[in-house]
């Protein structure tokens, strides 16, 4: 049992009042420091998140900074364009390759109406046609008629203009209405007493049917003879070929240092864009691939990967220089040149050879067939064969991809001085790995195949040139 002083208060009953208000006292002052720590608190939260939100939202965003490719700044400046005196020597080779006085040679807007008029066309579904007709009493050996609908007619009479044709080419243009039939005024009014009528192979079907129902000669695509013509290339052609070409394996090289562990693929287009347009090229494209990636030759949609430190990275590119075409391919290695897996090392070493086996074998009067399968017998020696998937190349010039194909049905077809086509073996082993290096060539007056960038890749780490 509890003693009495064990249970007697600490404060005697007598000063009970007193008592009360002490701890009365007591509690508001205990309460005013609660709430003044309790604001305090708040006022420090309060504080740091405007703290936080000044630092995101207003602070300056952080800008990704393109590389400075200031050395690559009018890269081609000294190349001139196609002068006027280029269409008379044109005309002129199709005047001589057309085998009779009365023939003709029809064409749609396109390369080949550029190649011989510089008239510049959109399609659409009214037929817009240039006529050219051998005449020897033209100084070009060709008469030019420009067929037009008549509310484009305007338009067409600008587009002659804006060509910059020279005296001698003077196109007449015909006319036709909408409630007329534009194949019977082309072949009243542009081809009568035309005995053979050739038609330009990329025409629409429509547009051979429509003539060849109404014109009294005989209608046919255009012979390979005719069709030669396009594929040689002038000396201005070369000079702005091999300079778009440069220009173009020159970007490839100043952004390979720039290709760092964590980069997208986009990133890397990003990139690669920027080096091309400083260079001064147009219309540039860029097909950017890491590691398996590059085992789909025109890469897979939807998919995209970031390189690694020891990744393997395809870039292929390209772009337009007064009106001609750059197509170069570069596969190359991130990290140490022990680290990189020896098979894959490999295979770049055996696609280069491959590239050599073409330029050293190629020469004029070489078939197309027999050039693709230079390089082809070089990787199916070495046990690679079905993985190199498509043609060696395809010609370039006003077009990315147009005649002469290298491939091993093309018996027919013979290289001849001025001709120029790409030269790009690859190695497509699926989920695993792809490589492929691709140049331009020309085969030049000696009839030897000329690289038309600066060399050929000299090895998969700086992908600096042969010397």
Known sequence: MASQEEITPLVGQSNNGGQRRHWSNVNKKTMFVRWAVIFSLLAALSGGVWALQSLFHHAPPVKKTQPNFDSLRDYCAHIDAIQPS???????????ALPEESSAYVMEGGPTMLYYTNIKWELSERPFLVVLTKDS???????????????????AVEAIKSANLPEEIQPEVVQWIEHESPYEVTAEQALANISTIYIEPTTRSFIFDGISKVSSGKVEIASRKLQTLRMVKSSSEIDILRCANHATEEAIRQVRPFVQPGMTE????????HALTTAGLTNTWVLALIDENAAFPHGEPGQTKKVGRDSTVLIDTGGEYLGYQSDTTRTFFLGNRGDHNQTIVDAWYLVKQAQQSVIKNGHAGSSCAEIDLSARHVITRAGYG???????????GEEMHEEPYMNQGNTDLHLEPGMTFSVEPGIYVPHEFGIRLEDIVVVNEQGQLEVLTSGLADNPWTITADD
């Not at 269409?87 to 001589?96: E, M, P």
């Not at 100084?139 to 007619?153: D, L, R």
Request: aromatic fraction near 10%; charged fraction near 25%; proline fraction near 2%.
């Open 386 to 396: 079905r993985y190199f998937t498509h043609r060696l190349g395809h010609g370039i």
């Open 137 to 155: 009493t033209y100084e070009s050996g060709i008469k030019t008629k420009v067929v037009t609908p008549m509310f484009e007619a305007t338009r």
């Open 86 to 96: 280029e269409y008379i020597k044109r005309q002129k080779k199709l005047a001589a």
């Open 266 to 273: 986009a990133d890397i287009a990003n990139t690669m864009t």
